[in-house]
């Protein structure tokens, strides 16, 4: 298999494609892109059915085409599941394919396992179903459950109407177009970098009372937190920053760091938030430039009207963290789908850090120098006590939060490292022992072989 895949990816020499290399023409009638998330939270893979066409001159390129989006994606956002959806509304049998239909069900059977989560295929045409038996015929049991028939009643069942167009029943009013390639449609977020809005800001004052007022109460817990954070090294440098800085009440420490050429990003993947029942609103996200130069950044995000981010659109100073608040607008609560986008690239020393000069910045920077990072958003569901829980905790243990688990796991998987270099340095001395045992040997041997030859 592994032979098979080296060989798929050089017969469509997957390493070089680009869009450079591809057709325009290809993008441009958008048969293929990626767009929108499922219920779960899964990328959309969309196949526009009706924009393919039979041509034995076009299927190399077409294939490429397929293998260009899988890769992109999996080199953008590693590997994570995606949802194929194939669209066959204003479809005949001129465009049925199944010579394209197959490697596409290769690519993800044999060369990217991983990927699939399920096949949703929309308004598929009655005279397509013989077809679509052959289909079957090349998937497996596993594969076969994937498949998801839907029309316009059923297929919210899968992709809520969000991130589904109009002649699907949904509300998207997303239209393809190229250029550029079209990605998560992430956009710069109400707040920028200007006040907070008085009904947040009104939330943010009164948690902060709530906080002041609850300082003694918690010093306790915080000491032990804080003995706890100290065993990691990223993490005790967020916690010195907290003892400068108020930060919201529900805003999580960043566990986890993304280490970028130019920023390191804590948390490296999830934004955490409450459902409506637990009510947590805030996050935060800790920014450190480990350049030595200004970096300038901006944060979008796919659900703008949601949050307020501050500062959206700033610059960090060479070797020093910055901290954003990401905050739940009004009655929104976040979901799976909602993702952030933070772009960062490196400025000139004479460069300013006012608005003007970033949005000019902006403007001017070649998309090669950016980087580009993403994080998706978790949703922590309310638990409902277990009726052998102890009420008010009478015997006053403290919970273990996920906080805990996680700083418990990290210190185990360290713990775990240093056995392991142990172990490796142990297996180097008994292998090294063994060769001074058997040159011993050869040498006491030979020494006997020149005595007794003495002797005789």
Known sequence: MIDESFQWRKEYTVNDLSESVLPKWLFEIGALFLHGYDKEGYKLFWFKVKHHTRDPKQQLDKKKLVAFWLEHYAKRDHGKPLTVVFDMAETGISHIDLDFVRFIVNCFTDYYPNFLTKIVIFEMPWIMN???????????????????????????????????????????????????????DFQTPLCENGPITSEDEHESKEEIDADTKETGELNEAQNLNQKKMNSIEQISKSEETDKTEVKPKNAKKALTTFKGPLLHISPAEELYFGSKETGEKKCLIVLTNVTKNVVAFKVRTTAPEKYRVKPSNSSCEPGTSLDIIVSLHGGFAASLQDRFLIMAAEMDQSSGAGVPELTQFWKEVPRTKVMEHRLRCHVIESSKPSSLTLKDNAFNIPAKTNEDLHIQLTHLLQINKRLEEQMNRCLWFQQLSVVLSLLSVTVAAFCFYLAYAQRS
């Open 130 to 184: 013989a077809a679509f038996k052959i289909v079957k015929g090349w998937l497996g049991p596993d594969a076969i459950s994937m498949l998801k028939f839907t029309n316009k009643n059923d297929v919210q069942e899968y992709i809520s109407a969000e991130y589904l167009p109009p002649h699907m029943g949904g509300t998207d009013s997303f239209k393809y177009s190229y250029p550029p390639l079209v990605d998560d």
